[in-house]
């Protein structure tokens, strides 16, 4: 249903199994927000009950419905309540995990090789990051490796795992969790809450 792209970690592409997420009740604007919300919460619970350290993971999110009328057969992979939702709900979303994908040495050049079909009519990712306050960033040593391996013993780091999601010339959501708060009442989320990943996900629909 949707091409593979980019991972830090492994070689080729694929396509994983497909979940059901977001929601809408109409075909506006509003609801592909509401649905892209749905959507990238559901992809960080997902991603979240694997625990901590682990890979960046990236999900196609495609319209239920739509996919559904391309590939019939799809219903039968599909929870029941995802069908039925579907078909009330123009804008319910679906994500697709990406499987297999080709080795980057960062999360940018990861960004930098995804290219996606026009079925696809979104994307989220989740990535966990190593965040320290700005007196601390500004010492690190100028070697990546060297700098990582001080963020990973620093007494003032903070684990964070960020899932950020955005629709084609649509809205973005994001949503923060913390490994020393990691329960789903202390998510940080918000349309812009990373914004240069926001923009770094929606360059690779354009």
Known sequence: ???GTGDSTQDGAGVGTGSGTGG???GGTDDAAGALVDAVREVEQH???AGWDGPVRVFALVRTRAALEAE???ADQLDPAVVAAARREPWH???VEQEGLPAAEDLEGLLGGMAWPPTVDGVALTVERLVVPPHVEEGLPDDPA???EVLRHHPERTDVRLAVGVLR???SWCVVRTRSHDDDGSLGQGPDAVPGLVEALRATLA
């Open 24 to 26: 809408g009740t109409g």
């Open 169 to 171: 010339d649509g809205p």
């Open 47 to 49: 991603v979240a009950a």
């Open 1 to 3: 249903m949707t091409q």
């Open 72 to 74: 019939p057969g799809l």
């Open 146 to 148: 060297a700098a990582l």
């Open 93 to 95: 979303l679906t994500s």
